[in-house]
């Protein structure tokens, strides 16, 4: 107990030097400045602050509530954007491998048709060089 008296000592005369350095406590000290009417004065004028803020705050409450539904409304909106474009993904995504199954199948196509080009040529020359002119 004792040492949390020397403590508190201590803690006291640290922060009245603390306060007799502060020019503005030195300048009340000099001009003889009341200084617990001016702690009643700067108590009153926070409580009017105190005051006008809630005011403030009551008299915005209207526009904080229509704020918070339009945010609302924006979310659902951005919900259900966000589903369709993971639809809109989706569907890009089997286009895409349709369209990779198409050129697959376009160059398959194509080597079977070089393919019978050769042989049709490879043929008709074989038929030239067989068939007997009438």
Do not use: W
Request: net charge negative.
């Amino acid at each position: 107990m004792e040492d949390i008296d020397g403590d508190l000592a201590a803690s006291f005369k640290q922060d009245l030097e603390r306060f007799h350095q502060e020019d503005f406590v030195q300048g009340a000290l000099v001009q003889g400045v009341d200084l617990r009417g001016y702690s009643r004065q700067i108590d009153q004028e926070l409580r009017e602050v105190e005051v006008e803020s809630v005011r403030d705050y009551v008299d915005q409450s209207s526009k904080i509530v229509e704020l918070h539904s339009q945010m609302q409304l924006c979310d659902g909106i951005l919900a259900r954007m966000q589903e369709m474009l993971l639809g809109f993904q989706a569907d890009l995504g089997g286009i895409s491998e349709e369209i990779r199954h198409l050129q697959d199948q376009s160059l398959s196509m194509n080597v079977r048709l070089r393919n019978r080009r050769a042989v049709e040529a490879g043929l008709r020359t074989f038929l030239d060089d067989v068939v007997l002119p009438p």
